[in-house]
């Protein structure tokens, strides 16, 4: 299975809005409501900021929102703060493996806050 | 607070067989699913598998994993555990459990960093 396709990087200055997107393919992303979002800073664990599309777990802000068309899915942060620099990692259940299904994730993008 | 603790050595030989534990705090594996996650050093994330006790423990691993991997359950314990096979260097990487739904991911361990060297 073939990891989800993520730009290296983006960049944003406080204030403003930024996206970033994931595609994937009929199997994964543009096939199944079941795509993810994770923030990891620096030596810390990933922390889930989006899940099944564009549900926002509790305590996460509402300037992370989520939405997908097609094959691609995408993370928009509205009114950047200095804190939101960090990785960034998509993630989607797949079905082209095996009858269970699995997940695969996205290769990450870096997020400078300028 | 759900709170998870990933331990084991830090060290494995080549064509060893690397062994991590998953401790529970908080909460009872009981009910979730029990994922085991890794990163390999300035990498991205790769999901291993899973182990889903609501259904007797049901397994599912990462395809290109699969032959090598086997996740387990210790509910006396409350712990999780991890075994990788024939490991070669391309194993080394921060390992972590996670608990979620079936396909995401919501609470983390703070990883653990094994090495695979001679």
């Known amino acids: 299975q073939s990891a989800l396709t993520q730009p290296a990087s983006v960049s944003g200055s406080p204030g403003q809005s930024i996206t970033i997107p994931c595609t994937g393919t009929?199997?994964?992303?543009?096939?199944?409501?079941?795509v993810s979002w994770y923030q990891q800073h620096p030596g810390k664990a990933p922390k889930l900021v989006i899940y099944?599309?564009?549900n926002r777990p509790s305590g996460v802000s509402y300037r992370f929102s989520g939405s997908k068309s097609g094959n691609t899915a995408s993370l928009t942060i509205s009114g950047l703060q200095a804190e939101d620099e960090a990785d960034y990692y998509c993630?989607?259940?797949?079905?082209?493996?095996?009858?269970?299904?699995?997940?695969?994730f996205g290769g990450g993008t870096k997020l400078t806050v300028l | 607070q759900v709170q998870l603790q990933e331990s084991g050595p830090g060290l494995v030989k080549p064509s060893e067989t690397l062994s991590l534990t998953c401790t529970v705090s908080?909460?009872?594996?009981?009910?979730?699913?029990w994922s085991w996650i890794r990163q390999p050093p300035g990498k991205g994330l790769e999901w291993i598998g899973y182990?889903?006790?609501?259904?007797?423990?049901?397994?599912n691993y990462n395809p290109s994993l699969k032959s090598r991997v086997t996740i387990s359950e210790d509910t006396s314990k409350n712990q999780v555990s991890l075994k990788v096979s024939s490991v070669t260097a391309a194993d080394t990487a921060v390992y972590y459990c996670?608990?979620?739904?079936?396909?995401?991911?919501?609470?983390w361990g703070q990883g653990t960093l094994v090495t695979v060297s001679s």
């Open positions: 996670a608990r979620g739904g079936h396909w995401d991911f919501d609470y």
């Open positions: 908080g909460g009872s594996i009981s009910s979730y699913y």
């Open positions: 182990i889903y006790m609501h259904t007797s423990g049901s397994t």
């Open positions: 009929s199997s994964d992303v543009g096939g199944h409501n079941y």
């Open positions: 099944d599309v564009n």
């Open positions: 993630s989607s259940y797949t079905s082209s493996s095996t009858l269970e299904g699995s997940v695969v």
